[in-house]
């Protein structure tokens, strides 16, 4: 049996604006009913990529595909998609009621038909009361689930939503990403979401395609992108991460040998490319263990703690090593307090071999479902 078609494909679409390359020759397929986040800085590309989807952009090149079928040329009520935009664009004058069923009674659907569809959202979104309110009657969430419901009220095969958590105060904000990712699970609807913000990224989706300068930099599970970032860009972009030059001085048995900052660390043998001698590593801060005492086997470096600060759950350490380069290293404050550790001290640090990661350089990768 042939495999199904992805619920959206790109295929090789690029953009440009008079000079200014906003997308270049990107690929990307989303698997129906996945929650997949277009994650990048400003300007990188991810809001021209979903309005391509929409159908609100042409793509200059390259092709967009939704089940299989092209529909590059076809305008934006001819898609099977809906849209929240980040300012929610709520008809003011009607009230919650109206403004769900607007999209129903565009596509002509009969009364009884419309109002229990209504009812189904309404209870979808927990908004059960507020039926007869106007938009500036309700709160900034209150409104972004009326934008939800109404866009997902006819059923779309897919659902773009650009920014729409944005507006928010950060409490709600953080209360909302867990509304929604609970509500993509509960309704199955292929979701697309745009956003800056790299902990809300991590928090809802499936699968991120991290965007940057127009192209794909990589795009795989939170825990892929995180653990395993492909490029200097991608490991600095999510989280916190020490990004060094390795230089590659031999092997031993399953391991290759780097000298990183004038330290010598092992890397896994598979993970260093054969005939390499330079790379970029990468190195997030909580996958360095310091302790007062040199690890058992006489592996470890030692380090003075230049900078301490506190963070709630954990301390954040600014390490400076013998030759004078600078590591971040994060450390639960459970950890600390068995073995406290303070600005001025001299620690040993040790990392796995699996902990550090080797970079390539950037480029744009082809987002295929797998």
Known sequence: MSAPSPAVELRHVSKRFGAV?????????????????????????????LRMIAGFEIPDAGAVLLGGADVTALPPHRRDVNQVFQSYALFPHLNVRENIAF??????????????????????????????????????????????????????????????????????????????????????????FVTHDQEEALTISDRIALVNRGRIE?????????????????????????????????????????RVAGIELRVAAEAWPAGVTRARVSIRPEKIHLGKTRPLGGSGFEVRVDEEIFKGATDRFGLVTASGARLIAMVANESALR????????????????????LRESGNERGQPA
């Open 218 to 258: 990589q795009i795989g599970t939170t825990q892929e992108i995180y653990h395993k970032p492909a490029t200097a860009f991608a490991a600095e972009f999510i989280g916190q991460a020490n990004v060094m030059e390795a230089e590659w001085v031999g092997n031993e048995p399953g391991f290759a040998r780097l």
């Open 339 to 358: 073995e406290a550790i303070h600005a001025g001290d001299r620690v040993w640090c040790a990392v796995h071999a699996d902990d550090i990661v080797v």
């Open 21 to 49: 390359a906003a997308v270049e020759g990107v690929s990307l397929a989303v698997r129906a009913g996945e929650f997949l986040t277009l994650l990048g800085p400003s300007g990188c590309g991810k809001t021209t990529l």
């Open 103 to 192: 999209g129903l009674r565009m596509q002509r659907r009969a009364a009884k038909e419309i109002a229990a569809r209504v009812g189904e959202m309404v209870a979808l979104v927990a908004l059960e009361g507020c039926e007869e309110r106007k938009p500036h009657q309700l709160s900034g969430g209150q409104r972004q689930r009326v934008a939800l419901a109404r866009a997902l009220a006819p059923r779309p095969a897919v659902l773009l939503l650009d920014e729409p958590l944005s507006a928010l105060d950060a409490r709600l904000r953080q209360t909302m990403q867990l509304e929604l990712k609970r509500l993509q699970r509960q309704v199955g609807t292929t979701f697309v």
